[in-house]
């Protein structure tokens, strides 16, 4: 198998420079918004993002391509320019948002004094401070909140970026056109909790829920890359807890940025115009089309209001698959998952589990409601995507589930560990040439004994 630095090194060679200029593109429109977004949603709570967490998100590049790009940019703030170019400079340099904050304060000149809270926020807005014929680049949303009143937040909008990004590099236009060849481009979001700094922290009251999103029609590769998935928002988990319908609430406003004509001036249903270019004088139309939501099983459960394992019916996708007791089983064409075969599943249409809400709905007064909750696999909240009106005609969860691989393949709790721990046991029941067999793990050049790595760190049942 090839190695990530063979491959990428034969995509530089094969799109003759293209990677380098689109990448330079996003690194000068990104830092500065991931570094706005990671301070908005950290800062407050007395700390500065630890360097690790930050180098996460930023890449490892030196900026030496940026003067390239910069000279196609027109710019009437000569100081907010310079900010830029400066802070895109830096951001591959492993300092912390107060670090950087102190070395760019030295450059322009001032006393490298120890930066507060309130200063490296009012530096990182300045930074983002972009307006585009949508609007601003980072503009203020609203969410309400189940006590009253609302919770205010930022948010990056897509139309603004896109446009920004287009008129900053061709190339990266060219690409997007790309995208609509055969039609709309097709949107695939993406959610998920990180915790930055230290990841063994007993507490949650530092993670918070990211929202990304990309082009299904973009190539592998771009999408492989750190600004492949371009970033909309970030609030603190605990502040979604307190938000009427929580993600799924945030997910019908992330929907209406998109595809609600009225909410903006703009819908990327019936396109958005954008420039092949700062110094080309033509636009294409991007179109776009939701595909899936990229999530964990909790974030899925969370949007469409699923009980998931919690329910009776526990799949979305099918009909008479249940999770009970087998003396529970009611009569007729309904299987029990631990017998049921792919050739028996009936599966849902968004019609039909639309019906299923309007089961639940056409009961909400019967005195076993919450058995009925379970039994259908759904838990009733007015304020989430399936109970909205225009929400559940954009998407359902039929349609637009997709498991994220990390969470159910790879990651803790995934299918791949058991795998690999059963095909490390059977092996260990065999021998080969009168010698029993040892797997072995090869890591970075060494060779470790998978006996150590596996047998005694996990244990069978």
């Not at 609509?180 to 959610?191: E, F, I, R």
């Not at 915790?195 to 973009?218: A, K």
């Not at 970033?231 to 945030?250: A, E, H």
């Amino acid at each position: 198998m090839k190695s990530y630095e063979t491959v990428m090194e034969e995509s530089h060679m094969h799109f003759g420079g293209i990677l380098e200029d689109i990448t330079t593109c996003f690194n000068i429109a990104c830092h500065s918004f991931f570094i706005f977004f990671l301070a908005a949603g950290c800062i407050h709570d007395g700390g500065s993002p630890p360097a690790v967490f930050i180098m996460q998100h930023i890449p490892q590049d030196d900026g030496t391509c940026f003067e390239e790009v910069a000279q196609e940019v027109a710019s009437r703030h000569m100081d907010a320019k310079k900010r830029k170019r400066r802070l895109t400079a830096l951001a591959g340099s492993g300092l912390s948002v107060r670090q950087l904050a102190k070395v760019i304060e030295h450059l322009e000149g001032g006393e490298a004094a120890c930066a507060s809270n309130s200063t490296i926020l009012r530096d990182v807005h300045a930074a983002v401070d972009i307006d585009t014929p949508f609007g601003k680049l980072i503009q203020k949303g609203e969410l309400p909140l189940a006590n009253g009143g609302t919770h205010s937040f930022t948010y990056c909008d897509p139309a603004a970026l896109m446009f920004h990004l287009c008129s900053t590099c061709a190339r990266f236009a060219a690409l997007v056109e790309n995208c609509t060849a055969d039609g709309p481009a097709g949107l695939v979001l993406y959610t998920d909790e990180t915790t930055p700094g230290n990841q063994m922290r007993p507490d949650s009251s530092r993670e918070v829920m990211c929202l990304y999103y990309t082009l299904l029609q973009l190539p592998v590769w771009f999408r492989a890359r750190n600004f492949g998935w371009m970033v909309f928002c970030c609030i603190k988990t605990n502040v979604m807890d307190k938000i009427l319908g929580g993600l799924s609430q945030l997910v019908i406003f992330w929907l209406t940025i998109f595809f609600a004509g009225e909410v903006k001036a703009y819908s990327f249903t019936v396109g958005v115009r954008l420039p092949r270019g700062l110094r080309s004088g033509s636009v294409f139309l991007l179109r776009l089309v939701l595909i899936c939501f990229v999530q964990d099983e909790k974030a899925h459960k969370l949007t469409f209001s699923l009980k998931g394992a919690g329910g009776y019916k526990f799949c979305c996708n099918c009909k008479n698959v249940l999770r009970c007791e087998l003396d529970r089983m009611p009569p007729g064409a309904y299987f029990h998952l631990s017998q049921a075969k792919p050739e028996d599943f009936d599966l849902h249409t968004a019609d039909t589990f639309l019906d299923v809400v309007e089961k639940l709905n056409n009961n909400l007064h019967a005195d076993n409601f919450e058995e009925l909750e379970i039994v259908l696999g759904l838990t009733y909240n007015l304020h989430t995507v399936l109970w909205h009106p225009w929400a559940r005609q954009i998407c359902n969860p039929v349609d637009h589930v997709y498991w994220d691989g990390m969470h159910v393949i790879v990651g803790s709790g995934g299918v791949a560990q058991f795998e690999m721990n059963s095909f490390i046991r059977e092996c260990g029941r065999h021998t080969l040439h009168g010698e029993p067999i040892r797997p072995e793990v090869h890591m970075q050049g060494t060779c470790q004994n998978s006996e150590f790595l596996f047998l005694n760190v996990f244990c069978f049942p």
